[in-house]
Antibody
């Protein structure tokens, strides 16, 4: 079964850090680009960051650039999101998603999604 | 990174067809055939319905179709069914930006 499972969410104070993880199974992880997408409570989807199969192409939304770092470990079938200097507006459900392509030059659609990890930034 | 513009809501009766628009710019929708559409039911993860503008993943009903004209992409649902009631989001590759979602549309089946 193709599956993505996120972990690492929780309650964190403003200004602190948190690291999300996503473990993939059921497909050849190192063939595909991966993404983080978030959804604030009651709001729409927001793309956060993406990484190509070999980490050669990485992108960030302006809202997180300089604060968040995406990475992957193909040997562990794992995707990560290191979040620093967290703000109240980063409070959201964070989804891990698989791209249809390897992501060398462009991002295609996202065909596999996890159930999400909740991040709450509050004092 | 400005979001792509979608109508907040669209409604239709069972059996009817509805169309959801997704308006971007010449830097995103207009430049790439890389628009995807997602369906999201409350409390669930999004589901890919259309990719590369017009293609349907395996398992997605052929009642869902995509198209594009200029800077606007569209998702059409024909033969509307109760189970189609959900939120729908478009998404486009946008080059240097590099990826942007639409504002989302709530579809109501009357």
């Amino acid at each position: 079964e193709v599956q993505l499972v996120e972990s690492g969410g929780g309650l964190v104070q403003p200004g602190r850090s948190l690291r999300l993880s996503c473990v993939a199974s059921g497909f050849t992880f190192d063939d595909y680009a991966m993404h983080w997408v978030r959804q604030a409570p009651g709001k729409g989807l927001e793309w956060v960051s993406g990484i190509s199969w070999n980490s050669g192409n990485i992108g960030y939304a302006d809202s997180v650039k300089g604060r968040f770092t995406i990475s992957r470990d193909n040997a562990k079938n794992s995707l990560y999101l290191q979040m620093k200097s967290l703000r109240a507006e980063d409070t959201a459900l964070y989804f891990c998603a698989k791209d249809l392509s390897g992501g060398d030059y462009v991002w295609d659609g996202m065909d596999v999604w996890g159930q999400g990890a909740t991040v709450t930034v509050s004092s | 990174q400005s979001a792509l513009t979608q109508p907040a809501s669209v409604s239709g009766s069972p059996g009817q067809s509805i169309t959801i628009s997704c308006t971007g710019t010449s830097s995103d929708v207009g430049s790439y055939n890389l628009v995807s559409w997602y369906q999201q039911h409350p409390g669930k993860a999004p589901k890919l319905m259309i990719y590369e503008g017009t293609k349907r993943p395996s398992g997605v009903s052929n009642r869902f179709s995509g198209s594009k004209s200029g800077n606007t992409a569209s998702l059409t649902i024909s033969g509307l069914q109760a189970e189609d009631e959900a939120d729908y989001y478009c998404c486009s590759y946008a080059g240097s930006r590099p990826y942007v979602f639409g504002t989302g549309t709530k579809v109501t089946v009357l």
